[in-house]
């Protein structure tokens, strides 16, 4: 570490992996709903633990975000950060707002929560993803002006480098796209096109380039490969992130009453979507095998190398298996989008939030380039059992979705949605088996933390 | 990459790409917004319809359901709901109006959400409002 103020990163990590199990527990649950019905019916309707699931998911990914960017803004452009304080009072107000959502969420039927946070006088709630009150997402543009504030007089004062740059980037895209959350017309079908431009443009486009960013920050610092190398693919990877994301956001419009030249717009385009994942595999492998040195910090590394496969099979892959217009008539809205949804986010953004953490926190917490390799074996440990669980919950997802397009869409004799969902129930179990190692996995990470505190390992480098 | 391809090009394709493409996007979300009359069924959107996706959206019904096609899949799609239930909105009332407070046991269940006649009326229209866009013709059949 090589800036003092780097060090308000750390809160925010912690916060993530707090949230992160938060997360996970709401999926169990709602796994267990999937079978057993009434499991917690009426205290925890499913979609309120869909709500608390999802939004955990969004929140503790945009704390890693935040974390990352604080950690890598100052040692690219060399210089402090431009206020540690306002990072760290930012990292309070978000926590707070974030946890009196949930809260309300848990607590109150959701439509009293509505009418208590004013949603007549602006109304955003109500929507997949977006149902924060109103005020919360004030409250997330707030912090996020704050935050891009900061970072960007960082950035002023010191060094410009093309990572940061496309970080930069990629935050100031998050924050503009999210205020399209604030756009709810009485149009169902507008609404639903505006709606993608804050998802679909979210992870299929801006939040690409910060995943570029931080992959291509971690590669640097720990293959030691010349810069200029490693940026060189970054613009490259980027360029096909967006030449092909953008009119990509044409496979959400086949259905939802837009005119029909997107089946074919959105089809090519789509199609092409996986290009940049592959290049970026492509590229981590490539940097790790020409590598100037052995980094200590060998569970980054794996952390590295792991996002990169992983993202190209959730989001390349598995996007693709429903992505073409006649495919997507029949998998639209089915388990196949949950499986595809679930190896996407892990593989490509829950994966680079632990890349970071895991190149950074041994750093942050005073313990030289790495982990104790005791600790490290621990983490490596967790990121196994994590990745390989999420693959067991993406292929029998995958199996319950074929299943239930055939019998639900395809057959000559349709079957009711109900009907289906109990014939299908075996996959639901094994997800939830599946779901029960990914805790495993994650509560194994967390102690992968406390172990080794004191010795340190021996730098090879 | 060979050593005549620099950075300063690869970040030109990217600027230059990036900024026709969403050009083109732009281009092309316009004239969607321009055709989407003929399509969306809009000249139905009374106050009632209005109200119902209000209720609709209060509620989080699209934490449970799909409405064509998005949302959650937890429990059956809405969009066509109208038509499986036989073209009656009394029926779409009905089945919200009647579901138990406790649920049904082992069952997948949905809240009693106390809705009052005027709510029940203006969702059951949104839902009847929202078969009738022209979707090209998803779902694949009545079952959503
Ligand atoms: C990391 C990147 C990605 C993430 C995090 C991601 C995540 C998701 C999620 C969560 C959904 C469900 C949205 C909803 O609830 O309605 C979805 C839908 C979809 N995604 Fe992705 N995705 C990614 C990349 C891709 C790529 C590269 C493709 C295509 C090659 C793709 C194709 C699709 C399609 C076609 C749907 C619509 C499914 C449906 O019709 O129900 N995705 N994605
Ligand atoms: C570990 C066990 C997990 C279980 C049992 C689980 C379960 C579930 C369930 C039941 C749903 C709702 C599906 C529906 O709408 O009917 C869901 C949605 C979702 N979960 Fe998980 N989840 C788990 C882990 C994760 C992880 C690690 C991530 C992030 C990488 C994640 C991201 C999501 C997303 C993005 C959605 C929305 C999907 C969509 O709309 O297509 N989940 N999850
Ligand atoms: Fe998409």
């Known amino acids: ?461 | 990459m060979s050593g005549t391809f620099t950075k300063s090009m690869a970040r030109n394709i990217f600027i230059g790409g990036s900024a026709f493409f969403i050009f083109l996007f732009l281009a092309l979300s316009f004239d969607t917004v321009r055709a989407l009359p003929e399509r969306d069924n809009r000249h139905n959107i009374t106050d009632q319809v209005a109200l119902g996706k209000k209720v609709w959206e209060d509620n989080n019904c699209v934490g449970c359901h799909s409405l064509m096609g998005e949302g959650a899949y937890f429990a059956p799609e809405l969009a066509n709901v109208y038509d499986r239930f036989g073209k009656s909105t009394e029926a779409i009332k009905g089945f919200i109006r009647s579901r138990p407070v406790d649920g049904i046991p082992g069952r997948r269940s949905m809240p009693q959400f106390n809705l009052s006649e005027e709510e029940l009326d203006a969702v059951a229209q949104f839902l009847k409002w929202t078969s009738e866009i022209n979707d090209a013709g998803w779902p694949p059949n009545i079952q959503g």
């Open chain 1, 1 to 461: 570490m090589k800036y003092q103020s780097q060090l308000v990163a750390k809160p925010y990590f912690i916060a993530a992996i707090g949230l992160f199990i938060g997360q996970i527990i709401f999926g169990l649950i709602m796994g267990l709903q999937y079978v057993i019905g009434d499991f917690l019916f009426p205290e925890i309707p499913f979609n309120v633990a869909r709500m608390v699931h999802t939004n955990l998911l969004i929140v503790w990914l945009l704390f890693g975000f935040m974390g990352s960017a604080y950690y890598m803004i100052p040692e690219e452009s060399e210089t402090e950060l431009y206020s540690p304080k306002l990072a760290l009072a930012l990292f309070w107000i978000f926590l707070v707002a974030g946890a009196l959502t949930i809260v309300g969420y848990l607590a109150v039927p959701y439509a009293r929560l509505a009418e208590m946070t004013g949603n007549d006088l602006l109304p955003t709630m109500g929507r997949e993803f977006l149902e924060q009150p109103t005020i919360t997402k004030i409250g997330i543009v707030v912090v996020c002006l704050g935050f891009l504030f900061n970072l960007g007089m960082t950035v002023l004062k010191g060094r410009k480098t093309s990572v940061s740059l496309v970080l930069m980037t990629g935050l100031v895209g998050l924050a503009l796209l999210f205020l399209f959350s604030f756009y709810n017309p009485t149009n169902l079908v507008l609404d639903k096109f505006f709606w993608w431009y804050v998802v679909h443009l979210w992870v299929e486009g801006v939040w690409e380039l910060i995943l570029g960013a931080i992959l291509a920050f971690v590669l640097i610092k720990t293959t030691g490969v010349d810069r200029e190398v490693i940026e060189k693919w970054l613009y490259v990877i980027i360029a096909m992130t967006l030449i092909t994301g953008i009119l990509g956001t044409g496979h959400h419009y086949y259905w939802i009453g837009a005119p029909e030249y997107w089946q074919l717009i959105g089809s090519v385009f789509s199609a092409l979507e996986p290009i940049p994942f592959f290049m970026m595999t492509v590229f981590a492998f490539n940097m790790v095998n020409k590598r100037r040195r052995d980094h200590p910090n060998r569970a980054a590394v794996l952390w590295a190398l792991g996002t990169a496969v992983m993202a190209f099979l959730g989001a390349g892959v598995w996007g693709f298996l429903h992505t073409l217009a006649p495919v997507n008539f029949y998998t639209h809205g089915s388990q196949i989008t949950a499986a595809h949804g679930h190896m996407a986010f892990y593989g490509a953004y829950v994966m680079i939030v632990l890349t970071m953490i895991s190149y950074t926190m041994p750093m942050m917490r005073g313990r030289a380039a790495a982990n104790s390799l005791k600790s490290q074996v621990v983490e490596m440990w967790a990121f196994w059992l994590m990745t390989v669980s999420m693959v067991f919950i993406t292929l029998f997802l995958t199996g319950a979705g074929i299943l239930q397009v055939y019998l639900q869409r395809y057959s000559d004799a349709p079957q009711a949605f109900m009907v289906v969902q109990e014939k299908v129930e075996l996959f639901y179990w094994m997800r939830e088996y599946a779901g029960l190692v990914f805790l495993t996995g994650l509560l194994l990470y967390v102690v992968s933390f406390f172990i080794g505190g004191k010795e340190h390992a021996e730098q090879r480098a």
